[in-house]
């Protein structure tokens, strides 16, 4: 078989160099019983690492299986630290560019809480456009939102400002999709463009297997985020982190007269890319063996585990590692995961409060940037357990 392309720059890319098979297509699709949790589509990961651009992508991906149309449940806006980080985001961009009376569009906008920030704090006019968008939850004046996919037919709705958070990484053919971007931007270099995307060099470095999943079937560093908008005739502005490093964020307009494909990825960084990404290739057997160990230990121990985070990177940590009774329930601040059961292994997921009264001796956090909010719930609840960050080095952890 011959190695597959990039979807980023069309150049070949390596063969795989990490797999998971038969994992769902969907970690936050509300699932009632344990039975449909069971029979949910599964597929296969195989991350593969394009050399010349720096891109790594899910070869095996096939958007043909996924529905984001029905049950899609992936709000964060139960947590008070993301709120906070949200608000902070908004007013950063209203007040960096202006937006004060502006036509704002949002891809990929969930239920609308970032476009109705923009659209609130300043008075902006917002059209948004998500297939999991539920109709009927109120929406302020000026502000709509379309329960579709975005392509290039929507690409008259242009706006003065285009955002698009945490949703790239769920796009197969990225270089395609951006490009239409450009497209129905046109040629108005005052119009800018804001993308958020999960940091891979962040996952990496922490050997995260649990944020590699099915619906991510594309993995951005920073240098390859900005080639990708570059090479598609964007002029790049600003490129940082966020959110401790969990979020990439990439600023432009578009670079009139740009000739697409001109741009080139930098050496040092490519190099540095690739060597982060062979060298979590080689380590992570041994994370998920050390991870294994440690929670058949401690359930042989008769230590009672659950973990705290109901959504993807729960579904990826329980099933990249074949998880069953070592880990008694997932936890979830938002109550319409309450009385579901995640994709593949039926964990139950259920509220704060069902811990109260119960013998836990360990919480192991999916998103350790909530530490510090979940501890405090904890105490709250009288919950005298161990709060373990899935980042934690597993040598520490031995007794």
Request: aromatic share 8%; net charge negative.
């Amino acid at each position: 078989m011959s190695n597959p392309t990039c979807p980023c720059c069309s150049a070949p890319a390596s063969a795989p160099l990490y797999e998971v098979r038969n994992v769902p297509v969907h970690s936050v699709t509300v699932l009632r019983t344990p039975e449909d949790a069971r029979a949910i589509t599964t597929g296969d990961i195989a991350l593969s690492l394009c050399e010349h651009c720096g891109f790594v992508f899910n070869a095996a991906f096939d958007g043909a299986k996924q529905d984001y149309f029905h049950d899609y449940v992936s709000t964060q806006a139960m947590s008070p630290v993301f709120n906070s980080f949200h608000k902070r985001l908004a007013l950063d961009l209203i007040d960096r560019h202006g937006l004060h009376g502006r036509d704002v569009v949002e891809i990929g906008c969930g239920q609308g809480e970032f476009l109705e920030l923009l659209c609130t704090l300043a008075n902006n006019r917002g059209t948004g456009f998500d297939p999991a968008y539920e109709p009927g939850r109120g929406l302020p004046d000026g502000v709509r939102i379309i329960k579709d996919v975005y392509s290039r037919r929507h690409q008259e709705a242009a706006g003065d400002f285009i955002a698009c958070k945490m949703t790239l990484e769920h796009i197969g053919e990225v270089g395609e999709f951006v490009t239409g971007v450009r497209e129905a931007a046109g040629d108005d270099a005052r119009r800018i463009v804001f993308f958020q995307v999960p940091d891979a060099g962040h996952v990496l470095a922490e050997n995260g297997f649990w944020d590699i999943y099915y619906e991510h079937c594309s993995y951005f560093f920073a240098s390859t985020l900005g080639y990708l908008f570059a090479r598609a005739g964007f002029a790049v502005t600003k490129l940082r982190s966020d959110y401790d490093g969990q979020y990439l964020m990439v600023e432009g307009h578009p670079a009139v007269g740009a000739v697409l494909g001109d741009a080139v990825p930098p050496p040092a960084d490519l190099a540095r890319t690739i060597a982060e990404v062979r060298r979590f290739s080689r380590e992570v057997p041994q994370i998920l063996a050390d991870w294994s160990h440690d929670l058949k230990r401690h359930k042989a121990a008769g230590k009672r585990t659950v973990l705290w985070g109901g959504g993807s990177k729960a579904v990826a940590f329980l099933t990249t590692l074949g998880v069953t009774d070592e880990i008694e329930a997932a936890v979830d601040i938002n109550p319409e995961k309450h009385g579901s059961f995640l994709a593949v292994t039926a964990h139950p997921v259920i509220a704060p409060e069902q811990l109260r009264g119960h013998q836990i001796d360990r919480v192991i956090v999916m998103n350790p940037i909530y530490c510090d909010e979940i501890a405090a719930r904890l105490r709250d609840l009288g919950v005298a357990a161990e709060l373990i960050p899935v980042t934690t080095v597993l040598a520490r952890l031995a007794a």
